[in-house]
């Protein structure tokens, strides 16, 4: 397979979101917390990101929504629904390209957001404070929240008279609609997992370490400038009982016949791209091609019925009776795109429940990797990537050919 080529990171011309970008958001946030009934939005302290584990999209979602307002990991957002400027609180009281100042913390966060409150008004205000609990499409798999409650127990022990409600869904739907220059940067992300992808194909071999084999995909993502995440490898026999690691595997090397599966993930500009691409050391058997083959169609279909203004309980539905005729189980797998631990989730275990009758939007951003099971459960083949909603459906955001990638020399 061809690598796939882009600009070296040092070359790079990204320098941040643009000021309007930062805008919208703050405008959007505004206008949806002022239709809530909110006299300002909270973004409080969040959970460090390895509070949440063992999943990696909990540790880069916990201050998923700080970064979205602030372009910053540590810091207190207080915006104003009535039109005033934020107040931001970071430890230093530093400020970046999106705000020039801020009040410091120096490492008390509990008093800093209570008196940030109280300096911005709210004493009797109605407050949404976001990530108190897992959203519909934020936080989706920190069912408790994310929020730090010392901080919080504070700011209502010292603002008495204020009301503090949950604001996670006011803010999610927001970031559940990717503006162009997201879609831009989901776009990179996604060729530097395509270069990561490429890399795994060119090394994997019977006998080659795992750890090598998941440090040079590492490196390839890092060296064209993607954060570090740590991305999913499963490598077994064929029966797909294989065991997954998301930290380079010790002391295993690859096997003749083996099943390769993968989340490989690259980040860029914030977004978070994931490619799935099942790879074979060996030739494929044809219970495997009879399961690629019906993933491609539902894959493909899938893409068409990604129309806006359809509700995801019809998608839900539609996977769940695909493979009825064709004799396999089928689920609608995929889960959002954006900062961290975006939805809607949909998986063997989420079945989406809560989601059923929210609506597809155009620009709308995940990762589209339905599964197609056999009728024992002992096969599952998945296949895909990112994904982008237009006006016809889903676009991939990727360009490989659907199904197995055989290594027999």
């Known amino acids: 397979m061809a690598r796939t080529q882009l600009t070296p990171a040092a070359d790079s011309t990204w320098t941040g979101y643009s000021l309007s970008e930062r805008d919208r958001r703050w405008n959007a946030a505004r206008e949806a917390g002022a239709r809530a009934g909110f006299g300002c939005i909270l973004i409080p302290p969040s959970a460090a990101?390895?509070?949440?584990?063992?999943?990696?999209?909990?540790?880069?979602?916990?201050?998923?929504?700080?970064?979205?307002?602030?372009?910053?990991?540590?810091?207190?957002?207080?915006?104003?629904?009535?039109?005033?400027?934020?107040?931001?609180?970071?430890?230093?009281?530093?400020?970046?390209?999106?705000?020039?100042?801020?009040?410091?913390?120096?490492?008390?966060?509990?008093?800093?957001?209570?008196?940030?409150?109280?300096?911005?008004?709210?004493?009797?205000?109605?407050?949404?404070?976001?990530?108190l609990i897992g959203g519909k499409v934020t936080h989706v798999r920190a069912y408790g929240g994310v929020a730090i409650h010392g901080p919080l127990d504070e700011a209502i022990r010292r603002l008495p008279d204020a009301t503090f409600e949950d604001a996670t869904d006011t803010i999610g739907l927001l970031r559940y609609v990717k503006s162009s220059e997201e879609i831009s940067c989901l776009r990179r992300a996604t060729a530097i997992a395509e270069v990561g992808i490429d890399e795994m194909i060119e090394n994997a071999r019977p006998g080659v370490d795992e750890a090598v084999l998941y440090a040079r995909v590492t490196r390839a993502m890092l060296e064209l400038g993607s954060e570090n995440y740590h991305w999913a490898l499963k490598t077994g026999p064929l029966d797909g009982a294989g065991d997954r690691f998301t930290e380079p595997p010790i002391g295993r090397r690859l096997q003749p016949n083996s099943l390769i599966t993968n989340e490989v993930t690259a980040i860029w500009g914030g977004m978070v791209a994931q490619e799935v691409q099942p790879i074979i050391l060996g030739p494929i058997p044809d219970e495997w091609k009879r399961l690629a083959d019906i993933q491609r169609e539902f894959f493909e279909e899938g893409l068409r019925r990604m129309k806006p203004g359809t509700p995801f309980g019809d998608l839900i539905d539609f996977g769940a009776k695909f493979g009825e005729s064709r004799g396999v189980q089928t689920i609608f797998s995929m889960h959002g795109r954006g900062t961290g631990n975006d939805g809607p989730l949909l998986t063997s275990r989420a079945k989406g429940e809560k989601v059923r009758s929210l609506l597809v939007e155009k620009g709308n951003a995940w990762v589209f990797k339905p599964s197609v099971i056999s009728l024992d459960g002992r096969l599952d083949f998945q296949w895909g990537g990112d994904v982008v909603v237009t006006e016809k459906g889903g676009e991939s955001l990727f360009d490989r050919a659907p199904g197995f990638v055989s290594i027999t020399g």
């Open 49 to 131: 990101p390895r509070n949440l584990r063992p999943s990696s999209a909990n540790a880069r979602g916990n201050r998923a929504d700080c970064r979205y307002f602030t372009q910053m990991e540590d810091a207190v957002f207080i915006l104003p629904t009535d039109g005033r400027a934020p107040t931001v609180v970071t430890d230093r009281g530093v400020g970046n390209a999106w705000f020039t100042d801020s009040r410091p913390a120096n490492r008390d966060w509990t008093a800093a957001t209570a008196e940030a409150l109280l300096a911005a008004g709210m004493e009797r205000a109605r407050i949404g404070v976001t990530g």
